[in-house]
C-alpha cells in the first residue's frame, strides 16, 4: 500500500490494469493481423478466442466442426496454425490469455513451441490458459473428458508450469460463465471456490509438487469472473472474493507468504445483461460494470475485457472493439481513479454486505464438500441443477416485470437508433468460404508435415507415446509437447485421449430443476398450458412432444435450459439430450420421439449451415408435419433466409417472453396439423 495522502493532493499513478479485448476469427492469419491491430492502437495483453472445434478437440474436417470453423474464434488445428497466430509478435514480451479448457494442454504445447523457435526465454513466458473445466460441465459445453481424467491433465499442466515455466498461470479458474449460467453471487464465489479446492487438493495428493513448492502453485492461481449491471453487490463480491481465498489458502493449505495468498483476477464484463433491443444502452451497461472492478484498489481487477455494445447482435467489428478499450483507457487515463488509496474502506454498507456474503458463501462450500466436493457435485447433477433453478428465477423476474431491464420491459420506445440502420454492417459476418479454406489448408498440412521445410517426425509414435503416458500415471505435457513438435493436429492429439479417457456427458439440469413460474388460474401460464392440454386432445394424444436440439458444438445450453424447463412446466413431453449433437442424430431422435415439434437453440453462428440440414432431413423422413423453431443470436437477414427454408419461427434474445415462445410453439403445431388457431382469453 502506498502512504495516504490529504485530499486532492496529487501522488503518482497506480499502474492501470491489463487492457484486453477477447478476439480471433476466421483463420490465423486473419486474427493474427488484427491483434497485431489492437496492440498498435494501445492494448497491453492478448485475450485468444479460439473456434469451437478447437475448444472440443476436434479438426476442422469433422462432421461436428461443420459451421463452425472460425466462427467464434481462431482454429488452430497444428503448430503451423499456432506460428501464423503469433507472427511478428514476440512472445516473451507478450501476456497471452487463451480462454480454452479442455484442449488446454495441446494449446500451451503448440505456444511453447513457437516460443522455442522464436528462441524466447520460456521462464519469461506470462500468460494464462484458462484450464477451468468444472464450469464447462456446468455452463459452457466445452468438456471433452470425464472429470477424473480432466483433473488430472489440470493437474498434470499445473505441475509442469511451476518447474518449467514459473510466470505463466495454468489455470484460470472461471466463475465468469457460471454467472452467465443463472448463478447468484453467492453460487458464483462458492462454486468457484470449491472448484480451487477441488484442483489444489489433487495437486497435493499427485506427489508432483513438494509441500513446500505449494505457495508457487497457490500463487499462480488467477480467476475470472463476471461483473454485472448490479455495481455495489459486484464490487462486495470481489472484496468478498479475496477475503475468502485468503482464508482458504491460509487454513487449508498452510500457504504463510501474502504474496501467494493474493486474489489475482481478471474480468470480462457482463454479455448476459447486453441486450438486442435499444443495444445503446449496452454502453452505459458495460461502463457501470467495468466500475465495479476497479473503483476499489483493494479488490481490483488485473486484467479488464469489456465486451462491445453490439455482442447481442453478432460478431463485433474492430471498430466496435475499439470503442471498448476507449472506454477503459478514458478511465485509466484521463480520470483520477489511479491517484487514491481504497475509497471504500471504513464504509459500514459494504463491510456489511461482504460479511453476509462471505458467511454465505462458506456454507455453501461446506455444503459441497459434503457431497465429495465439485467434481462430485457435478456428477450427481447438484451444481448444475442450481443453476438452471437460479436462470429460471431470474427469467420469471425479468417477464413479470420485477426485474428492469431498460428497452426490453421497461421504457420500450425508441428514436430511430443510426447505429443500427443499416444492420447488416452493423456486426461483422464469417465468410462462409473461410471453412472450405481452412479444411483444404489443413488437409495440406497433414499431406505435407514430414516435407521439407517443416521435416517433422511421423505422428504416429507420437501418438502412441501420448496414449502409453495416459494408461498410466506420468505427466502427460512432455508427451503432448513431443506431438505438438511431430506435427500433430488437435483433433488427433485429443482423439488419442478419447481413445483412453473416453467422453463425458454432462446432466443437463433440466429434469430437476423446480418450477420457477407458477400457473395459477388467468395466469399467462396457465393458458398456455390449457393450449397444450387442448392441443394434445385434438391430436388424440395424452401429450404434446417437444424436442429441444442443440446441433453442432455450441456448448452455450443455457436458453435451451429454459426453454425446456418452461416447456415442460407448460405440459408438455420434453426430449432433451444435451449438447453437442449432429442433425442426423436430432432427427433420428425427433422421429424416434414422434414429437410434434422441434425447437434448435444456437448461439455460434453455425444456424446457416445446421438448421437447413436439420429441415432436408425431416423432409426426407416424410416427417413435413413437425414444424421447426429456431432461436439464438440469429442477424435479421438470416432469420429471414431460415423462415424462406421453411422455418416456423426465429427467436432471438429480444424475445424473453418465455412462456410467451411457448405459447407460439403451440400455435406453429395446430397450423402444421391444420388445426384451428385457438382463441385465448385477453
Not at 260 to 283: I, K
Not at 427 to 433: L, M, N
Request: hydrophobic share 40%; glycine share 8%.
Amino acid at each position: 500500500m502506498t502512504e495516504r495522502q490529504p485530499a486532492g493532493d496529487r501522488r503518482e499513478k497506480d499502474r492501470p490494469w491489463l487492457m484486453r479485448t477477447y478476439a480471433g476469427h476466421s483463420t490465423a492469419e486473419a486474427s493474427n493481423e488484427l491483434y497485431r491491430r489492437n496492440l498498435a492502437k494501445g492494448q497491453t495483453g492478448l485475450s485468444v478466442a479460439f473456434d469451437l472445434p478447437t475448444q472440443t478437440g476436434y479438426d476442422s474436417d469433422h462432421i461436428l466442426a461443420r459451421g463452425e470453423v472460425g466462427r467464434v474464434g481462431v482454429p488452430v488445428a497444428h503448430l503451423g496454425d499456432m506460428r501464423r497466430l503469433f507472427q511478428d509478435i514476440p512472445l516473451e514480451q507478450m501476456n497471452t490469455s487463451m480462454t480454452i479448457n479442455a484442449t488446454a494442454m495441446w494449446l500451451l504445447a503448440l505456444y511453447q513451441v513457437v516460443a522455442e523457435e522464436q528462441g524466447a526465454d520460456l521462464t519469461k513466458l506470462q500468460g494464462t490458459t484458462q484450464n477451468d473445466i468444472v464450469k464447462e460441465y456446468l455452463s459452457r459445453g466445452t468438456h471433452v473428458f470425464p472429470p477424473g481424467p480432466s483433473l488430472r491433465l489440470t493437474t498434470d499442466m499445473i505441475a509442469y508450469t511451476v518447474s518449467h515455466l514459473p510466470k505463466w498461470n495454468p489455470i484460470n479458474i472461471c466463475s465468469y460463465h457460471l454467472q452467465e449460467a443463472g448463478a447468484t453471487p453467492v453460487q458464483e464465489i462458492a462454486y468457484a471456490m470449491s472448484t480451487a479446492i477441488a484442483v489444489l487438493d489433487a495437486v497435493r495428493d499427485s506427489g508432483q509438487v513438494p509441500q513446500e513448492r505449494m505457495g508457487d502453485v497457490v500463487g499462480r492461481i488467477s480467476f475470472f469472473v463476471n461483473a454485472g449491471v448490479r455495481f455495489v453487490e459486484e464490487m462486495c463480491k470481489m472484496r468478498a472474493f479475496g477475503r475468502i481465498w485468503d482464508r482458504i489458502t491460509r487454513e487449508r493449505y498452510g500457504i504463510e507468504n501474502p504474496k501467494h495468498r493474493r486474489f489475482r483476477y481478471g474480468v470480462q464484463v457482463n454479455s448476459l445483461g447486453l441486450t438486442e433491443a435499444q443495444p445503446e444502452n449496452n454502453v452505459q451497461r458495460i461502463v457501470l460494470e467495468m466500475l465495479a472492478v476497479t473503483l476499489s484498489k483493494d479488490a481490483r481487477a488485473r486484467a479488464v475485457q469489456l465486451p462491445a455494445w453490439n455482442e447481442a447482435l453478432g460478431l463485433p467489428r474492430p471498430w466496435d472493439q475499439q470503442w471498448s478499450l476507449r472506454i477503459q483507457q478514458v478511465l485509466a487515463y484521463e480520470s483520477d481513479l489511479l491517484e487514491y488509496d481504497d475509497i471504500f474502506e471504513g464504509s459500514t454498507v459494504i463491510e456489511a454486505k461482504v460479511a453476509a456474503l462471505v458467511e454465505e458463501v462458506f456454507a455453501e462450500i461446506d455444503h459441497i464438500q459434503e457431497l465429495g466436493g465439485a467434481m462430485a457435485a457435478v456428477e450427481s447433477g447438484y451444481l448444475k441443477s442450481q443453476l438452471v433453478a437460479s436462470h429460471a428465477e431470474r427469467r420469471a423476474r425479468i417477464e413479470s416485470g420485477q426485474e428492469k431491464i431498460v428497452g426490453v420491459n421497461a421504457f420500450e420506445g425508441t428514436e430511430p437508433n443510426p447505429l443500427t440502420a443499416d444492420l447488416d454492417t452493423a456486426i461483422q459476418t464469417v465468410d462462409p468460404a473461410v471453412e472450405a479454406r481452412v479444411i483444404a489448408a489443413l488437409k495440406n498440412w497433414r499431406d505435407t508435415r514430414y516435407q521439407p521445410p517443416f521435416n517433422h517426425p511421423r505422428p504416429c509414435k507420437a501418438l502412441e507415446r501420448l496414449k502409453e503416458a495416459a494408461k498410466g500415471t506420468a505427466n502427460l505435457m512432455e508427451a503432448t509437447l513431443e506431438c505438438a513438435r511431430a506435427g500433430v493436429t488437435t483433433g488427433e492429439w485429443a482423439g488419442a485421449l478419447r481413445e483412453v479417457f473416453g467422453e463425458f456427458r454432462a446432466p443437463t439440469g433440466v429434469s430437476s430443476a423446480p418450477v420457477a413460474v407458477t400457473a395459477e388460474a388467468g395466469s399467462a401460464l396457465s393458458e398456455v398450458r390449457r393450449k397444450v392440454e387442448l392441443t394434445a386432445r385434438d391430436l388424440g394424444v395424452g401429450k404434446l412432444r417437444f424436442l429441444v436440439g442443440k446441433p453442432g458444438l455450441d456448448g452455450h445450453s443455457n436458453g435451451a435450459e429454459q426453454i425446456a424447463v418452461r416447456a415442460r412446466d407448460a405440459g408438455f413431453e420434453v426430449v432433451y439430450q444435451g449438447i453437442r449433437l449432429t442433425p442426423e442424430q436430432i432427427v433420428d431422435a425427433a422421429l424416434a420421439e414422434d414429437v410434434h415439434a422441434v425447437g434448435l437453440s444456437i448461439l455460434s453462428g453455425s444456424h446457416a449451415q445446421l438448421v437447413p440440414d436439420v429441415l432436408d432431413r425431416l423432409r426426407v423422413a416424410g416427417a413435413t408435419d413437425i414444424p421447426v423453431i429456431a432461436g439464438g443470436i440469429i442477424p435479421n437477414g438470416d432469420a429471414e433466409d431460415l423462415r424462406a427454408a421453411g422455418v416456423a419461427a426465429v427467436f432471438t434474445p429480444k424475445d424473453f417472453d418465455i412462456t410467451g415462445i411457448i405459447g407460439a410453439i403451440v400455435d406453429e403445431i395446430r397450423k402444421a396439423n391444420k388445426l384451428d388457431p385457438l382463441e385465448v382469453p385477453a
